[in-house]
Protein backbone atom coordinates (compact mmCIF):
# COMPACT_ATOMS: atom_id res chain seq x y z
CA UNK A 1 0.00 0.00 0.00
CA UNK A 2 0.86 3.69 0.12
CA UNK A 3 3.65 4.49 2.85
CA UNK A 4 6.02 6.87 3.77
CA UNK A 5 8.80 4.97 5.99
CA UNK A 6 11.64 5.74 7.69
CA UNK A 7 15.28 3.78 7.36
CA UNK A 8 16.51 4.46 10.37
CA UNK A 9 14.87 4.99 14.18
CA UNK A 10 17.16 6.72 16.07
CA UNK A 11 20.07 8.67 15.19
CA UNK A 12 22.72 9.43 17.70
CA UNK A 13 25.28 12.60 16.53
CA UNK A 14 27.76 14.65 17.85
CA UNK A 15 27.24 18.36 18.70
CA UNK A 16 29.12 20.06 15.72
CA UNK A 17 28.72 17.12 12.70
CA UNK A 18 26.11 17.22 10.74
CA UNK A 19 22.81 15.07 10.52
CA UNK A 20 21.41 12.59 7.39
CA UNK A 21 18.25 11.76 8.26
CA UNK A 22 16.45 9.29 5.68
CA UNK A 23 12.90 8.57 4.43
CA UNK A 24 11.92 6.12 1.42
CA UNK A 25 8.19 6.82 -0.20
CA UNK A 26 6.20 4.29 -2.27
CA UNK A 27 3.68 6.43 -4.04
CA UNK A 28 4.89 7.52 -7.06
CA UNK A 29 1.91 10.08 -7.55
CA UNK A 30 3.41 12.02 -4.56
CA UNK A 31 4.28 15.47 -5.83
CA UNK A 32 5.05 17.87 -2.51
CA UNK A 33 7.10 16.66 -0.08
CA UNK A 34 7.70 18.04 3.80
CA UNK A 35 9.85 17.99 6.82
CA UNK A 36 8.59 18.30 10.09
CA UNK A 37 10.36 18.23 13.43
CA UNK A 38 8.92 17.17 16.71
CA UNK A 39 9.87 17.86 20.28
CA UNK A 40 8.56 16.24 23.46
CA UNK A 41 5.38 16.92 24.54
CA UNK A 42 4.85 19.71 21.34
CA UNK A 43 2.73 19.78 17.86
CA UNK A 44 5.14 19.03 14.74
CA UNK A 45 7.08 22.13 12.81
CA UNK A 46 7.76 22.97 9.58
CA UNK A 47 11.30 22.50 9.03
CA UNK A 48 11.64 22.60 4.64
CA UNK A 49 9.38 20.97 1.75
CA UNK A 50 10.51 20.43 -1.50
CA UNK A 51 8.27 19.86 -4.97
CA UNK A 52 8.64 16.76 -6.54
CA UNK A 53 10.41 19.19 -9.63
CA UNK A 54 12.52 19.59 -7.68
CA UNK A 55 15.87 17.96 -6.49
CA UNK A 56 17.11 19.65 -3.95
CA UNK A 57 16.20 22.84 -1.54
CA UNK A 58 18.02 24.46 0.84
CA UNK A 59 16.99 26.47 4.51
CA UNK A 60 19.11 27.40 7.19
CA UNK A 61 21.35 25.25 8.10
CA UNK A 62 19.19 22.18 6.65
CA UNK A 63 18.72 20.58 2.76
CA UNK A 64 16.70 18.97 1.85
CA UNK A 65 17.10 16.28 -1.24
CA UNK A 66 14.78 14.30 -3.29
CA UNK A 67 15.72 11.16 -5.24
CA UNK A 68 12.28 10.42 -7.62
CA UNK A 69 14.46 7.63 -9.36
CA UNK A 70 14.23 5.59 -5.65
CA UNK A 71 11.81 7.48 -4.30
CA UNK A 72 14.30 8.23 -1.19
CA UNK A 73 14.24 11.83 0.48
CA UNK A 74 17.04 13.01 3.05
CA UNK A 75 17.09 15.98 5.25
CA UNK A 76 20.33 16.73 6.10
CA UNK A 77 21.15 19.39 9.18
CA UNK A 78 24.77 20.87 9.21
CA UNK A 79 26.19 21.51 12.21
CA UNK A 80 23.81 20.01 15.07
CA UNK A 81 23.47 21.74 17.87
CA UNK A 82 21.94 20.49 21.23
CA UNK A 83 18.38 22.07 20.17
CA UNK A 84 18.51 19.85 17.24
CA UNK A 85 17.32 16.98 19.62
CA UNK A 86 13.95 15.55 18.37
CA UNK A 87 11.90 13.22 16.74
CA UNK A 88 12.13 14.35 12.34
CA UNK A 89 9.39 13.28 10.07
CA UNK A 90 9.01 13.25 6.80
CA UNK A 91 5.16 13.37 4.75
CA UNK A 92 4.22 13.42 1.68
CA UNK A 93 1.08 14.95 -0.21
CA UNK A 94 -0.77 13.50 -3.03
CA UNK A 95 -2.73 16.85 -4.38
CA UNK A 96 -5.63 15.77 -2.46
CA UNK A 97 -6.25 19.42 -0.70
CA UNK A 98 -3.36 19.58 1.90
CA UNK A 99 -3.68 16.15 3.64
CA UNK A 100 -0.06 14.51 4.48
CA UNK A 101 1.06 11.02 4.48
CA UNK A 102 3.44 11.06 7.99
CA UNK A 103 6.39 8.40 8.38
CA UNK A 104 7.15 6.95 11.07
CA UNK A 105 10.17 9.09 12.56
CA UNK A 106 13.35 9.28 13.34
CA UNK A 107 14.58 10.40 16.89
CA UNK A 108 17.67 12.45 16.75
CA UNK A 109 20.07 12.37 20.04
CA UNK A 110 22.26 15.49 19.67
CA UNK A 111 25.68 14.19 22.57
CA UNK A 112 27.80 17.16 23.63
CA UNK B 1 -0.98 35.51 15.53
CA UNK B 2 -1.99 32.71 18.09
CA UNK B 3 -1.25 29.80 16.14
CA UNK B 4 -3.25 26.88 15.97
CA UNK B 5 -5.20 26.59 19.41
CA UNK B 6 -5.78 22.89 20.86
CA UNK B 7 -8.06 22.49 24.03
CA UNK B 8 -7.86 21.13 26.34
CA UNK B 9 -4.56 20.00 26.29
CA UNK B 10 -4.55 16.78 28.57
CA UNK B 11 -8.21 14.95 28.73
CA UNK B 12 -8.94 12.08 30.75
CA UNK B 13 -11.47 9.72 30.68
CA UNK B 14 -13.07 6.66 32.18
CA UNK B 15 -13.85 4.05 29.68
CA UNK B 16 -17.21 4.57 27.95
CA UNK B 17 -17.44 8.43 28.44
CA UNK B 18 -17.08 11.06 25.81
CA UNK B 19 -14.50 13.29 24.70
CA UNK B 20 -14.40 16.29 23.18
CA UNK B 21 -11.33 17.90 21.77
CA UNK B 22 -11.61 22.10 20.23
CA UNK B 23 -9.33 23.23 17.68
CA UNK B 24 -9.24 26.79 16.25
CA UNK B 25 -7.49 27.95 13.24
CA UNK B 26 -4.72 30.30 12.54
CA UNK B 27 -6.26 33.34 11.37
CA UNK B 28 -7.48 33.20 7.86
CA UNK B 29 -7.08 29.49 7.69
CA UNK B 30 -10.66 27.46 6.40
CA UNK B 31 -9.22 23.68 6.70
CA UNK B 32 -8.94 22.06 9.77
CA UNK B 33 -7.02 18.55 9.85
CA UNK B 34 -7.43 15.57 12.69
CA UNK B 35 -4.53 13.28 13.31
CA UNK B 36 -4.04 11.04 15.67
CA UNK B 37 -0.23 10.01 17.39
CA UNK B 38 0.40 6.98 19.13
CA UNK B 39 3.29 6.99 21.73
CA UNK B 40 6.69 6.24 19.74
CA UNK B 41 4.78 6.53 16.50
CA UNK B 42 4.15 8.90 13.66
CA UNK B 43 1.03 10.84 12.97
CA UNK B 44 -1.98 9.26 11.23
CA UNK B 45 -4.52 11.15 9.44
CA UNK B 46 -8.06 11.35 10.62
CA UNK B 47 -9.95 13.91 9.02
CA UNK B 48 -10.02 17.47 6.30
CA UNK B 49 -12.74 19.85 6.86
CA UNK B 50 -13.75 23.17 5.55
CA UNK B 51 -16.22 25.50 7.18
CA UNK B 52 -19.45 23.08 7.35
CA UNK B 53 -18.58 20.49 5.23
CA UNK B 54 -16.70 17.49 5.46
CA UNK B 55 -13.73 16.73 2.82
CA UNK B 56 -12.04 13.74 3.75
CA UNK B 57 -13.07 11.53 6.33
CA UNK B 58 -11.04 8.45 5.12
CA UNK B 59 -8.92 8.24 8.39
CA UNK B 60 -11.99 8.11 11.11
CA UNK B 61 -13.20 5.12 12.63
CA UNK B 62 -16.44 3.90 11.33
CA UNK B 63 -17.52 4.06 14.83
CA UNK B 64 -17.60 6.41 18.12
CA UNK B 65 -15.82 9.29 16.28
CA UNK B 66 -17.00 12.22 14.35
CA UNK B 67 -16.06 15.45 13.93
CA UNK B 68 -17.64 18.85 12.71
CA UNK B 69 -16.11 22.64 11.79
CA UNK B 70 -19.19 24.92 12.19
CA UNK B 71 -19.71 28.21 10.82
CA UNK B 72 -18.87 29.60 13.66
CA UNK B 73 -16.90 28.33 16.01
CA UNK B 74 -14.09 25.71 16.68
CA UNK B 75 -13.34 22.63 14.71
CA UNK B 76 -14.21 19.80 17.20
CA UNK B 77 -13.77 15.87 17.39
CA UNK B 78 -15.65 13.53 19.23
CA UNK B 79 -15.07 10.37 20.79
CA UNK B 80 -18.20 8.47 22.31
CA UNK B 81 -17.99 5.63 24.66
CA UNK B 82 -14.07 5.93 24.49
CA UNK B 83 -12.17 2.37 24.80
CA UNK B 84 -8.70 2.14 26.49
CA UNK B 85 -7.00 2.07 22.35
CA UNK B 86 -8.35 5.83 22.25
CA UNK B 87 -5.22 7.09 24.24
CA UNK B 88 -3.42 8.93 21.87
CA UNK B 89 -2.11 12.80 21.16
CA UNK B 90 -4.43 14.05 18.82
CA UNK B 91 -3.12 16.94 16.65
CA UNK B 92 -5.14 19.81 14.67
CA UNK B 93 -3.61 21.45 11.83
CA UNK B 94 -4.68 24.16 9.18
CA UNK B 95 -4.05 25.70 6.03
CA UNK B 96 -4.93 28.76 3.94
CA UNK B 97 -7.82 28.09 1.70
CA UNK B 98 -6.03 27.26 -1.59
CA UNK B 99 -3.18 24.67 -2.07
CA UNK B 100 -0.96 26.49 -4.42
CA UNK B 101 2.75 25.93 -6.16
CA UNK B 102 4.48 28.04 -4.57
CA UNK B 103 6.83 26.20 -1.63
CA UNK B 104 5.40 26.71 1.21
CA UNK B 105 1.81 27.21 0.04
CA UNK B 106 0.89 23.32 1.06
CA UNK B 107 2.44 23.74 4.85
CA UNK B 108 0.03 22.48 7.95
CA UNK B 109 0.55 24.02 10.70
CA UNK B 110 -0.01 22.14 13.89
CA UNK B 111 -1.33 23.15 17.16
CA UNK B 112 0.19 21.88 20.12
CA UNK B 113 -2.33 18.79 20.58
CA UNK B 114 -4.71 17.37 22.81
CA UNK B 115 -3.32 14.18 25.58
CA UNK B 116 -6.03 11.92 25.83
CA UNK B 117 -5.70 9.30 28.33
CA UNK B 118 -8.56 6.72 28.91
CA UNK B 119 -8.22 4.98 32.22
Known amino acids: GESVGLHLPTLSVQEGDNSIINCAYS??????FIWYKQESGKGPQFIID?????DKRQGQRVTVLLNKTVKHLSLQIAATQPGDSAVYFC???????????FGGGTRVLVKP | NAGVMQNPRHLVRRRGQEARLRCSPM?????VYWYRQLPEEGLKFMVY????????ESGMPKERFSAEFPKEGPSILRIQQVVRGDSAAYFC?????????????????FGAGSRLTVL
Open chain 2, 93 to 109: ASSPPAAGTRPGANVLT
Open chain 1, 27 to 32: NSASDY
Open chain 1, 50 to 54: IRSNM
Open chain 1, 91 to 101: AENKGAGNKLT
Open chain 2, 27 to 31: KGHSH
Open chain 2, 49 to 56: LQKENIID
